[in-house]
């Protein structure tokens, strides 16, 4: 799904909660809408899992999702710093290299120079954040931020959905993650029967999704469903 403008991306989002729907799916074309309203290179979003830490749970790229997995083992960068603080973050160019050390040195590595980093939040808790990487500092304006924190909020209700107890929370995301964990083999799979990177099996899983009108995580489950039948 591309959205053409934020309220379809939001009438989309609201309109998968209010019927029987796959989260990680509904996350994973919210994040994409996100990155493309916003002019962002890459997303990604990680959130708490019922032990307190952080957990990848969504990337618009295998290059976004890595850089998330690299704030996590190093405890530090945009998305990790909007969660521990629970307000938003936003840097650009040489303050990204300064503010996060390797992390930050990673990120300009990698072609982006201007980053926005938002909390997922719920009745006072801090779900995790949601972490925009953008190639130039000049795409990041006051529009960006409030719309950053528009779908991170948005992200956060289709995570929750309802008035739910601290436990359902945790045992939602644990769901959400569950979902993501599958994609994640399926991306392996693919990379592993056809040869392609990563990056590139990420891409085939979304194009087959796409093209069998399947949720991502129903073509990743059939991906792999398929893989164990040829073994």
Not at 39 to 49: R, T
Not at 80 to 90: D, I, K, L, P, R
Not at 118 to 134: D, I, S
Request: charged residues 20%; proline residues 1%.
């Amino acid at each position: 799904m591309t959205a053409v403008t934020a309220a379809q991306a939001f009438a989309d989002a609201a309109a998968a909660m209010v019927s029987q729907h796959d989260t990680t799916d509904t996350l994973a074309h919210l994040l994409t809408s996100y990155a493309d309203l916003t002019g962002a290179a890459a997303a990604g979003m990680l959130v708490k899992d019922d032990h307190g830490q952080l957990e990848l749970l969504s990337a618009t790229s295998h290059q976004a999702g890595e850089l998330e997995l690299y704030q996590l083992q190093h405890d530090t960068g945009p998305c990790v710093e909007a969660f521990q603080s629970g307000t938003a973050v936003n840097a650009r160019s040489d303050e990204i290299g300064e503010r996060w050390g390797d992390v930050g040195t990673a990120i300009l590595s990698a072609g982006f120079h201007a980053v926005v980093a938002v909390p997922l939040r719920w009745h006072g808790q801090v779900l995790g954040a949601m972490n925009a990487f953008h190639r130039t500092p000049e795409s990041v304006d006051e529009e960006t931020r409030l719309l950053s924190q528009a779908f991170a909020d948005v992200a956060s209700m289709v995570i929750v959905q309802t008035e739910l107890s601290t436990a359902q929370v945790e045992e939602r995301i644990r769901t959400v993650l569950g979902g993501r964990t599958v994609v994640e083999l399926a991306k392996g799979v693919l990379a592993h029967t056809t040869g392609l990177d990563m990056a590139a099996a990420y891409r085939l899983l979304v194009e087959r999704a796409l093209d069998n009108g399947t949720t991502l995580s129903e073509t990743a489950d059939d991906v792999i469903r398929q893989a164990q039948h040829r073994d």
